[in-house]
């Protein structure tokens, strides 16, 4: 019987295994090949394991490998430092006879992280471990919208980005960045927990609405701190490009707060400066 890690383990190496191509690792294609990726024989050749040992690992039977053997898939697969900390902790988990009883409470924003959200003059949003929106500050509301309008279990920024209604035609350049931006976030929220019920109620709803969302997330990509940069297209007051970072709270797994900046003295600022002056000039609550 497989459990719920030993499961999430087998996906992402099969994911893996078929990114790679014969000639990335200098093997030779041959003939008509039916995957495009690496076979499992192959890449339990070049990992120096057997093939029903590495068939077993993807399928998630019970096996629990050791150190060497993922140090050798991670090798053979190339994995960069943040997908082999993936791995491992997949791979240790997998190992234990029953996960431990989860503890989980309810996420809470400490009030000193509330007040600090209040007194920031650039946008931020504080975001649960399944990227539930639970507070932002006046700056972001101006920049991202009003959330007061939604149910709370919809305020969440995977359900929120798949959101026809919102995005519209999806013609912003770097959305396709940012939803694997957001998807890596979550993978690495489900390999701590594969059976919480946020994760599966969210991903659950995107895998049967959103055929782009499925092709996304069997990409098995995972992130564990993210910034990037974002163009964001508002009407008021033209194109702005901020960068945005993601800042740990305490708690361990805690919340993050992502955090957006301009350039100082560049247009982009002043862009956002007269974007959260005019929402607060209409805002009931500004």
């Not at 030779?28 to 090949?33: A, L, S, V």
């Not at 006879?97 to 400490?110: C, G, L, N, Q, S």
Request: hydrophobic share 35%; proline share 9%; glycine share 8%.
């Amino acid at each position: 019987m497989s459990g719920p890690f030993a499961r999430e383990l087998g996906d992402f190496l099969r994911a893996r295994r078929s990114r790679l191509r014969p000639h990335d690792v200098g093997l030779e294609p041959g003939g008509r090949r039916k995957v495009t990726g690496l076979r499992r024989e192959e890449l339990a050749l070049l990992a120096g394991l057997s093939t029903d040992y590495y068939q077993r690992m993807e399928q998630g039977r019970e096996v629990r490998p050791s150190d060497d053997v993922l140090d050798a898939l991670a090798g053979a697969l190339g994995l960069d430092g943040e997908e082999r900390r993936h791995l491992f902790a997949l791979a240790r988990a997998a190992r234990r006879p029953a996960p431990p009883p989860a503890h989980r409470e309810p996420e809470r924003v400490p009030d000193s992280t509330r007040r600090l959200l209040r007194v920031m003059d650039t946008p931020a949003v504080v975001l649960g471990r399944h990227l539930d929106l639970l507070d932002w500050n006046p700056m972001a509301e101006a920049l991202l919208g009003d959330p007061h309008g939604y149910p709370p279990e919809r305020l969440n920024m995977l359900l929120l980005l798949f959101d026809d209604t919102l995005t519209g035609a999806r013609t912003c350049p770097d959305w396709q960045r940012q939803a694997l931006d957001y998807i890596g976030m979550m993978r690495a929220a489900v390999a701590t927990d594969p059976t919480h019920p946020r994760a599966t109620a969210v991903v659950g709803e995107l895998s049967i609405r959103s055929a782009e969302f499925r092709r996304l997330w069997a990409r098995h990509d995972v992130r564990e701190s993210v910034s990037g940069t974002k163009t964001f297209r508002v009407p008021e007051v033209g194109d702005i490009v901020l960068d945005w970072d993601t800042y740990p709270l305490p708690g361990n797994p805690g919340p993050v707060m992502l955090v957006y900046t301009a350039e100082p003295d560049s247009p982009d600022a002043d862009r956002l400066r007269l974007l959260a002056s005019l929402h607060a000039t209409r805002s009931p609550r500004g």
